[in-house]
């Protein structure tokens, strides 16, 4: 149902920018990024990832409506953006609530198994417990540190069990990869609509991104990728380059992540082993 609310603003952002009212189309886009970043509060993983694909419909169309944008405007859409981004439910809160949700449906199933069928259960939990605990107390690590880190010692006792008894490792690395995506392609965002605003106003882009705040950023954002480092930014001449590490936690200068294997957009979209950096504008979705 939310998912559907956020098509139908879509479409009417759609009608907007048809008309020429970018603005008003800017804050419609707006409207649906914070129906997806509300949507998980106080949920579990499931209404965290239904959140996320409510967030990029929001986020696509707004890249086609930045250049149509005033200085003033454009201002205006980066404050609202890091408000809404501010209020962002931690990936380490819904992977907490999704252990309690699960752990509540293990006890359940536990009472009516027989006693083999017990045995594997208690392992998925443990299993799960342990995946969820690594993750939650790395949050503020790396991503490529977090997923050394968030190795199980009953990954390979599970590996010999059914997936559809619980979740594997990969489904957490997936999940943390998604989470630190969405984030990058937010924080992207916003400093884009700031970058835009400055040169409207100052004939170029600035040496640093120090030179937005306060009046076009309220602070740099941080890499979700690498959060011990803002977002990296090189000016070069009249253009510049904007990215976030990505998943392997290089600095590759820029190099967008690409996977050749894949079609379409989805071969700039990082998964939990790409190589490369997270390039705004360029791995967007």
Request: glycine share 8%.
């Amino acid at each position: 149902m939310l998912r559907e609310l956020g098509r139908r603003l879509e479409a009417q952002g759609e009608q907007m920018a048809a008309r020429g009212q970018w603005r008003d189309a800017v804050d419609r886009y707006l409207d649906i990024i914070e129906l997806g970043v509300d949507l998980p509060r106080g949920g579990a993983l499931s209404p965290a990832m239904v959140g996320w694909a409510i967030e990029s419909l929001g986020r696509q169309p707004i890249w086609g409506c930045l250049n149509h944008l005033s200085a003033v405007e454009a201002q205006g859409a980066t404050h609202r953006l890091e408000k809404i981004i501010a209020g962002r439910v931690p990936h380490s809160q819904a992977l907490l609530e999704d252990r309690c949700v699960s752990r509540a449906i293990y006890r359940e199933v536990l009472k009516e198994n027989a006693w083999h069928e017990r045995v594997m259960i208690w392992l998925v939990d443990r299993h799960e417990t342990d995946c969820t605990k690594r993750w939650i107390s790395t949050d503020k690590e790396p991503y490529a540190i977090r997923r050394r880190k968030a190795d199980s010692p009953f990954l390979k006792l599970m590996e010999k069990i059914p997936t559809w008894w619980g979740l594997g490792t990969d489904f957490y690395e997936s999940v943390a990869s998604h989470a630190a995506t969405n984030e990058a392609i937010s924080a992207g965002l916003a400093v884009t609509l700031a970058l835009h605003g400055y040169r409207l106003e100052h004939g170029a882009y600035p040496n640093r991104l120090k030179e937005l705040v306060p009046s076009y950023l309220q602070h740099v954002p941080r890499d979700p990728f690498y959060p011990r480092h803002e977002l990296r930014y090189r000016r070069t001449g009249g253009r510049y380059l904007l990215y976030s590490v990505g998943p392997d936690g290089k600095d590759d200068r820029g190099k967008p992540i690409f996977d050749p294997a894949k079609k379409g957009r989805q071969r700039y979209y990082p998964e939990p082993n790409s190589k490369g950096d997270f390039v705004a504008g360029v791995n967007v979705r």
